[in-house]
Every structure is written in structure tokens, then in C-alpha cells.
């Protein structure tokens, strides 16, 4: 009875493919060609109920463990995928249940649910295989267009079958052909495959992007700009914001021009094999070729990924923050109606947090309202890392001081001190700042320019060289005989690198002659600090080799 009621369902199906307005509905067994269709329906449903059958009649370890194994890897499968996938052979988008529907109805998998081994890894092996083959999918990378069509637009439509006058709509259905071409059965675009009406699942698809492009077969990305004679760096494309992470995620990337022709002909499977290629890239996106062939998201040299953001737009402000997350590997909730100042805030944030990387306090422009070590906007991390890279590598040469008694006195309390200072926190909105501190004795304005507005300090510093410093604005309290000013250096034991006992004193030798980027702060009630945001880099040196070590290692609270 079990077997008849599931037969059912199929049996009517099979019904309704007459037209129930046909006087001949009753007699549609007569008809030779629907006879032949309900055989067909039949047929399937005799080999499901032997298969359940068969199952069912097994004990465990039998083709009943064997459904359990592929059922289970078919869902997990499905839960890293993107929750739809378009069919490039029938052009039918497929949720999940479409998508296990489909793959349960395969030879593939019908194979595998008969299959008998007694090696359990084996067994095991052949399925993950089978199943993660099966599901192999293409994304794409484009810049989005008013015409590109979206969920509601083929969802339960047959796009090959679309009237092709959007020029959004044709560039899905080339996208879609040029991925079943390459040999791939799934293609996911982010315009239409998301449904962007329902927030939180567009929360979610903006918070996956990094890794569906990372698990993805293949990257299309379609220069629609970009003409057979023209290069990469003509494209708009290397300007927006959300097209980064789909430049470094994925493993295998194919370029495609206007008329959807390979870019410069390429005979090569992966353009981020291909030298020529890589070369332009390396040169239009200021981006090393090994991160670009084997990138790693992650908070590794944070301040090179924020410049790598830094000239870029997207068409919310904010986005342009969003669009980092995943390049930095953070789990930050996507806040509506958030500011793009409150975005990069929280994200600058997390890394400094995470990594204690104080390098993304390097850069030059306005500041921001979440935070004065902050700046308002990402475009401020334009310009290359300031001063000297990390001390990090053993083979490095290094600067000693004189070993004189006094010196070396200095060095040890020095170093004890720094090596006390525990790693930059945030307490709230409150930056606690590990850092070496120098007093500002004096502060002279040299030129000013009200219209600009530009103003040009000299300024001079307890144990370092006088310098000069350019404002956007006015410097206030500095007649006053203890000026409110401080310079700081930014401390993170990671700055002397990872070395024996016996070369961190030599490290330190060399780490503190050197010019160094630093920060002028200026000291508010509370025993508080806010940071005075520069239109120009301070670099600070040392005045002598006794002024090395005039500087103040302590911990202090910037807000």
C-alpha cells in the first residue's frame, strides 16, 4: 500500500499533462504519444519504489548507509552553496530543493546509491567526489547595469527562451552559454540569483560573497567596457568597490570582453596563469602578483589591503567598507542606513583588535566621527605605507648604538619598559594605544592660507628633529607654557619581529634610528587623547644617539 500511495503523485502528474478541457481527458491512455510519456513517468517510479525497496530491506552499512552518506554530503554541499543556481543547459533557475531534486535524478547518482564497497574511506571518498564535482559552478563578476534582469524577472521562466532585447537579459544568457561551454552545469550571477526584496537574505548573500566566489569552479568576469584592442586598465570595472574581493577570491579567473570573445584571445584556462595577463594586472591594480594568484583573507598586511580599496566606489558609501569583510575575514553585521564612516570604523576596529596591526593608523586626510585614529573616508590610505617595513626578518641588517654604560643602561630600561606594554584594545570607542610619547615644547605657524583652508607648523619635539607639518585647520593653545601636544609612536612588540634573546637589544638598536611614522595628539580632560588628523605624513628622526631613547613608553587612551 506504502508503494501504491507513493505512485500516486507521479500517476497524476502524468494526468495533467492532457488538457483538462479535452474531451478526450478520460481517454488519454488512447493517445500513443501521452502513452508513451506515462511509461516513461511510470518507469521512474518503479525504479525509485525498488530502490526504497532495496533499502529498506538492507541492514545498516547496506545501500540504506549508503543514501545516509550521499543525502548527508548532498546537504552539506548545498549549505556552502548559493542558495539558487541557474542551469546553463536548461536556463530554469533551481533553488535547493531543485537543485537536490536534480542531482537525486542523475546516472551519477543513482551509481552511488548502488555502489558496495568495504572500504569505508573509499566509499566515503567516491561520494564527496561525486557530489562536489556535480555541483561545480560558475559565478560572475561584472558591473551591474539598470537592464540586468532580477529574481522576479526569471524566476520560473526559461531565459533561453526570454525575449533577448534587455541587454541585461543578454548578457545572462552569453554568461550562462559561456559557462556550459567551458563544461560547467551551474551558474550563479549576483543580480538575479539573490532575491534582494527579502533583507535578510540579502544580508546574508552580501556576508557570503567572499567565499561563493572562493568555492566557485570558475570566475567570469565580463569587461563590457573593455573592446578586443583595448587592456585591462581601460575598464571601469577595476574601479568599484565589490568587484575586489571578486578579483582575489576565486582560484580560476577568465576575462571576457564586449562581445563576450576571450580577452586578447587567450588560448589559457585561468588568466591568473597566464603571464601576460597577470603582468597587467599587477600593473592596473597596484596588487602583487602572489596575491593576486594565491590571496589569503585575513588581517596580513591590512594597511597594503586598504590602499588596494582605497580608489575605488561602490553605490552605497558604505558598501564600500561592506565589500572588505570578507578580504579581512570578519564577522561584522551589515547595518542599514549605517554611515560609511561608521562601517570603516567598525571595521578598522575589528583588525586593530584582532591583529593589533597599528599600520592602518598610517594615512593622511580627514578624520572621522567614530574615531579621531580613524579617517572619515578609505581613499585617505591612497598613498603607500609610511616609513620603515616591520623589522621581521632575521637576515635584515641592523644599526647599533655606542655600548656605553649610560647607553646601555638606557636600552635595558627601554626595552623593559616597551616589553610591559600589553597589546592595543579597544574599550568601547576607547583606543587604548600602546605608543612612545614625546613632548611637544613649541609650535610656530609658518604660512596659512584661510581659503584653502592650509596651515604650515613648525614643529619641535623633546629628543627628535624640528619638522613641519601641514593642517587643514587652526592649532589652538599654543602659547600656552605646557602645550597640550604630544608625538607619538605607535608600539607593538611585533615591530621588533621574532627573533633570539640575544638580537633583541640589536633589533631595538635598529628599529629606533630609524625615521619613524607618527602621530600628533593633542591631550583632553580625563587624561584623554584625540588625534590631529595631518594633510601630510609626519615623519620624525631622532635628534641624537642619546635622544634615542628620551621618548616615554606607556599606554594611553585616544578617543
Known amino acids: 500500500m506504502e508503494d501504491f500511495n507513493e505512485c ?45 525497496r532495496t533499502v529498506l530491506e538492507h541492514p545498516l552499512g547496506g545501500p540504506n548507509h549508503v543514501v545516509n552518506l550521499v543525502v548527508g554530503t548532498v ?10 543556481l541557474l542551469n546553463t543547459h536548461t536556463g530554469v533557475l533551481c533553488d535547493r530543493n531543485a537543485l ?47 537592464e540586468d534582469p532580477l529574481l522576479h524577472h526569471i524566476q520560473g521562466r526559461v531565459i533561453y527562451d526570454m525575449n533577448p532585447t534587455a541587454k541585461g537579459l543578454k548578457k545572462l544568457r552569453e554568461f550562462c552559454t559561456a559557462a556550459r561551454n567551458c563544461g560547467y552545469l551551474w551558474a550563479w550571477n549576483d543580480t538575479c540569483c539573490v532575491d534582494r526584496d527579502a533583507e535578510e537574505e540579502l544580508r546574508n548573500a552580501m556576508a557570503s560573497m567572499f567565499s561563493w566566489y572562493r568555492r566557485s569552479a570558475l570566475t567570469i568576469v565580463y569587461l563590457s567596457d573593455v573592446s578586443r584592442d583595448d ?17 582575489l577570491a576565486p582560484r580560476k579567473v577568465l576575462f571576457y570582453t564586449q562581445d563576450w570573445s576571450l580577452y586578447k584571445d587567450s588560448s589559457s584556462l585561468n588568466h591568473k596563469d597566464d603571464d601576460a595577463v597577470l603582468t597587467e594586472l599587477e600593473a592596473t591594480t597596484d596588487i602583487a602578483r602572489h596575491y593576486l594568484t594565491d590571496f ?38 551589515f547595518e542599514s542606513g549605517e554611515s560609511a564612516e561608521n562601517a570603516l570604523g567598525r571595521l578598522l576596529t575589528k583588525i586593530i583588535s584582532k591583529s593589533g596591526d597599528l599600520s592602518v593608523l598610517d594615512w593622511v586626510g ?43 643602561e638606557a636600552r635595558v630600561k627601554l626595552l623593559n619598559s616597551l616589553s610591559a606594554l600589553k597589546h ?16 611637544v615644547t613649541a609650535v610656530e605657524l609658518e604660512t596659512m592660507n584661510i581659503q584653502t583652508p592650509k ?94 631613547f628620551k621618548g616615554k613608553p606607556k599606554t594611553i587612551t585616544v578617543l
Open 75 to 84: 546537504n552539506s554541499t548545498l549549505e556552502s552553496l548559493p542558495s539558487r
Open 296 to 333: 589569503n583573507p585575513g588581517f596580513d598586511n591590512a594597511r597594503s589591503r586598504l590602499q588596494w580599496a582605497s580608489g575605488r566606489e561602490t553605490t552605497e558609501p558604505e558598501d564600500l567598507a561592506y565589500s572588505l569583510f570578507g578580504i579581512f575575514s570578519v564577522n561584522l553585521p
Open 8 to 52: 500516486i503523485p507521479p500517476k497524476r502528474a502524468a494526468l495533467a499533462l492532457c488538457d483538462p478541457g479535452s474531451p478526450d481527458h478520460v481517454k488519454f491512455f488512447c493517445n500513443s504519444n501521452l502513452r508513451k510519456r506515462f511509461q516513461k513517468v511510470v518507469a521512474i517510479i518503479t525504479e525509485e519504489i525498488t530502490l526504497r
Open 424 to 439: 592595543p584594545r579597544f574599550n568601547g570607542k576607547k583606543l587604548r594605544l600602546p605608543c612612545i610619547v614625546f613632548q
Open 231 to 247: 587592456t585591462l586598465s581601460s575598464s571601469a570595472w577595476f574601479k568599484r568597490g565589490w568587484t575586489l574581493q571578486e578579483l
Open 366 to 408: 580627514e578624520a572621522s566621527a567614530y574615531h579621531s585614529c580613524f579617517p572619515a573616508q578609505i581613499a585617505s590610505y591612497g598613498n603607500p605605507l609610511s616609513g620603515p617595513p616591520p623589522a621581521s626578518h632575521e637576515n635584515e641588517p641592523q644599526t647599533s648604538l655606542p655600548n656605553t654604560s649610560e647607553l646601555v
Open 455 to 548: 596651515y604650515v607648523y613648525n614643529i619641535q619635539v623633546e629628543g627628535l628633529l624640528p619638522f613641519k607639518i601641514t593642517l587643514p585647520h587652526e592649532l589652538k593653545d599654543t602659547s600656552r607654557p605646557l602645550l597640550p601636544f604630544v608625538l607619538i609612536r605607535p608600539w607593538h612588540s611585533k615591530l621588533l619581529g621574532s627573533s633570539i634573546e640575544a638580537r633583541v637589544s640589536d633589533k631595538l638598536d635598529a628599529r629606533l634610528t630609524q625615521p619613524f611614522s607618527a602621530l600628533l595628539l593633542e591631550e583632553q580632560s580625563g587624561n584623554y587623547y584625540k588625534r590631529i588628523a595631518s594633510s601630510s605624513v609626519i615623519v620624525a628622526r631622532s635628534a641624537d644617539v642619546a635622544s634615542v
Open 100 to 146: 537536490r531534486s536534480a542531482f537525486w535524478n542523475t546516472q551519477k547518482c543513482k551509481r552511488l546509491l548502488s555502489s558496495v564497497t568495504t572500504c569505508p574511506t573509499t566509499l566515503r571518498d567516491n561520494i564527496d567526489n561525486t557530489v562536489s564535482t556535480y555541483f561545480e559552478y560558475v559565478t560572475l563578476s561584472h558591473r551591474w547595469d539598470k
